[in-house]
């Protein structure tokens, strides 16, 4: 074992505020990417948790997020069956209207717009999320039902059973979703039935992205590029893992999002320099006569600053760790409120190479104590 890493562990209590500075560096920035980025997977989450292996969007299309939804030629998607390995091929129509519920007690209606996502209620849709329930889908059988995520009830006035009035005409809560919120506008899901009773589906030729279920999930970059030769600018096709990671960037390209984030990134380089560089030159200062033990056992200088930027090292270690375990705090806070979150591995790397820099820079402020090592200092 190292001397660093002995010192570290022996005096502990004199870097906890240094490992604890760079932790909430490392969460103030990490959390936030967190909630944008959950806040994408919670209004994909129909799409993300499907069975389509390849999703087809206009060709001018770049992500789902902030674009309206997009619509295609009704004509694409028996074209899509050319493909031999394309199995099964859905339009994800979605739609909006007014929703106001119906309360008791004399209580306040609620009166908002709402989000409505469409699925298939056939066993095994492809447009069906793998984690609904055969209870969820018998449900969604029902004429003008509806499910509603748990996060969303309070927010429209609603429980399990409860009726209201979706664009003037009853709708019923038949079913209490998990891990489906949308913090912009609150969103309901409905058979594609329903829809159509509605009248909401997409009309006059359009419908909305194709989702496409191929023979060999293995295959779908391949299949996805065959596709893009074959459309001819009419469409574009995308693997869904290839569009999550789009609709990911489409929301930290977004300026305020992205000033956010900036201002947390700079808020956390200078709370992590700042305390860190101080609580090291303070726990160097308060060991300077066993620096000064080695000085005069002939320990050279550069060895000396070697030790101290490899003890700024470990504590950078020590940082990552804590930083991982109050951001899973955060994490599964965030879950039992039904609020995802997701972790982008490009940044969860960057804010563990930020934490070693941080405390790296502060191992070289901390230098200048060691001049203060003199052997002489021994005898007084």
Not at 110 to 126: E, I, K, S
Not at 253 to 269: R, T, W
């Amino acid at each position: 074992m190292s001397l660093a890493l002995a010192t570290l562990l022996y005096e502990w209590r004199r870097y906890t505020a240094a490992v604890v500075a760079l932790a909430f560096s490392g969460l103030l920035i990490l959390a936030q990417v967190g909630m944008f980025t959950g806040i994408v997977k919670g209004a994909t989450a129909t799409i993300d948790r499907s069975r389509a292996d390849i999703m087809i969007l206009p060709a001018k299309m770049e992500s789902l997020i902030n674009s309206g939804g997009g619509s295609l030629p009704a004509r694409l998607q028996p074209q899509i069956y050319l493909n031999p390995e394309v199995v099964e091929v859905a339009a994800f129509d979605g739609d909006g209207g007014r929703w106001v519920n119906r309360p008791k007690d004399g209580k306040k209606a609620v009166t908002t717009y709402v989000n409505v996502n469409m699925v298939d209620t056939r066993p095994g849709a492809v447009n069906l999320p793998v984690d609904f329930t055969e209870e969820i889908r018998t449900a969604l059988l029902e004429p003008y039902s509806v499910a509603i995520d748990e996060s969303q009830l309070k927010r429209l006035g609603v429980k399990l059973g409860d009726e209201a009035s979706l664009n003037g005409k009853t709708v019923r809560v038949r079913a209490i979703l998990t891990g489906y919120p949308d913090i912009n506008n609150a969103s309901v899901t409905m058979s594609r039935d329903s829809m159509r009773m509605l009248g909401m589906l997409t009309k006059n030729g359009k419908t909305g992205p194709l989702m496409v279920r191929i023979n060999d999930p293995a295959r779908a970059q391949a299949v996805r590029d065959q596709l893009n030769r074959d459309a001819k600018g009419a469409y574009r096709a995308w693997t869904r893992q290839e569009l999550a990671q789009a609709n990911e960037g489409a929301i930290m390209s977004e300026q305020i999002i992205g000033i956010f984030i900036s201002f947390s990134v700079f808020l956390g380089f200078l709370i992590g320099v700042g305390i860190t560089s101080q609580t090291l030159r303070g726990a160097i200062l308060s060991s300077i006569k066993e620096f000064a033990s080695l000085r005069a056992l002939g320990v050279g200088m550069g060895s000396l600053r070697m030790i101290v930027m490899e003890l700024s090292v470990w504590v950078g270690i020590a940082g990552l760790a804590a930083t991982a375990l109050f951001t899973l705090a955060v994490y599964l806070f965030a879950a039992n409120n039904g609020m995802p979150m997701g972790f982008p591995a490009p940044w969860v790397i960057g804010v563990s190479i930020l934490l070693i820099v941080i405390s790296c820079l502060s191992g070289v402020f901390a230098l200048g104590i060691l001049k203060k090592s003199q052997p002489a200092d021994l005898l007084r």
